[in-house]
């Protein structure tokens, strides 16, 4: 047996050790009760809290392991469903400031998130706020997906996902923030009557029939940017680490794009003149059309990659 060999077995053996004696202290720890470390939750609560819109300017969400969903109510109040357990649970307060926030609580010991018989059932943080809502929307989500639809006239728009998606369907809303790690981005039908900011790293930003009323800047890593059927009235910045920037029947002004080792494969609607095209890449191919020295400017950059741009007119 070879000397890196009796290494690799000694290194492998000294883990299963440690491995071993942190399985002895959590059950000595819970008496040998094999149920407690279960993580069945069937201790799960399901509660309902109902607030009046008077006063409430905004909303914040905090939650951790439960997915969000966001979505019209059918009366004027905002309603709240959670489950709940004495170790997972929610705070609810309204601040001074018109503010209602909500908290995740997760009290639960450490041996608990080493536990078995892994229960499937993902229990939703369900929101419902009324179509006079007008105030603020900040949501940050650890380790699930954010899902809104149905709201309009939202003011200032935040949210956040950490290993999570964000979904936003049929939305009208001012200033928006959309940003996510290890996870997607999908905005569809959608108003932004201000700046929308996407920044995704380690997954796909899409944009599908949405009007944006401002400037558009999208930043990705190790994700492709896909941008489909859009009016932007302002301009558009695309960055790019690693990923592809695709975008189909898109309407804008100024268009710049910077891409790493990303082609870049996209289809304007307007009139051809009005562009003055400058390109630069160090290894791809280029396939543009002329520039016209317009008054819009397209300003694209690949370091490794393709470009493939048509200008069509609009129908």
């Not at 470390?37 to 509660?47: C, G």
């Not at 109510?73 to 400031?97: A, G, L």
């Not at 909500?102 to 998130?113: A, D, L, M, R, T």
């Not at 290993?163 to 928006?176: C, E, R, V």
Request: aromatic share 6%.
């Amino acid at each position: 047996m070879s000397s890196l060999t009796k290494k690799i077995l000694i290194i492998a053996g000294g883990l299963i050790l440690v491995g071993s004696i942190i399985a002895i202290i959590a059950l000595f720890m819970v008496g040998f009760n094999f149920e407690a470390l279960s993580t069945n939750s069937s201790d799960y609560e399901e509660k309902s809290y109902t607030y009046e819109l008077k006063n409430i300017k905004g909303l914040s969400v905090d939650s951790i392991n439960s997915p969000v969903m966001i979505t019209k109510s059918d009366d004027d109040r905002i309603h709240i469903n959670t489950f709940e357990s004495e170790t997972d649970n929610y705070t609810i307060t309204q601040s001074n400031n018109g503010i209602l926030r909500i908290e995740s609580n997760i009290k639960q010991p450490w041996y608990q998130f080493i536990g078995f018989n892994f229960n499937s059932q993902n229990y939703v943080l369900n929101i419902a706020l009324p179509s006079q809502f007008i105030g603020s929307l900040d949501v940050s989500c650890i380790s699930d997906d954010i899902s809104l639809s149905d709201l309009k006239f939202l003011d200032r728009l935040n949210l956040n996902t950490t290993s999570g998606n964000i979904i936003i369907k049929d939305i009208l809303a001012d200033q928006t923030t959309l940003t996510s790690v290890s996870g997607n981005i999908d905005l569809e039908q959608a108003t932004i009557n201000h700046n929308l900011n996407i920044t995704a790293t380690s997954g796909f930003s899409k944009i599908s029939s949405a009007e944006i009323n401002g400037d558009l800047y999208m930043t990705s890593i190790s994700g492709d940017d896909t941008i489909e059927t859009a009016t932007i009235n302002g301009n558009i910045s695309l960055e790019s680490t690693s990923g592809l920037i695709n975008f189909s029947n898109l309407t804008t002004n100024n268009l710049s794009i910077d891409t790493i080792s990303g082609d870049i494969l996209g289809n304007l609607l307007g009139d051809p003149s009005d562009y003055s095209i400058q390109s630069e890449t160090i290894s791809g191919n280029l396939n543009l059309p002329a520039s016209q020295n317009g008054p819009k400017l397209l300003n694209l950059s690949t370091t490794s990659g393709n470009m493939t741009i048509t200008i069509n007119p609009t129908p």
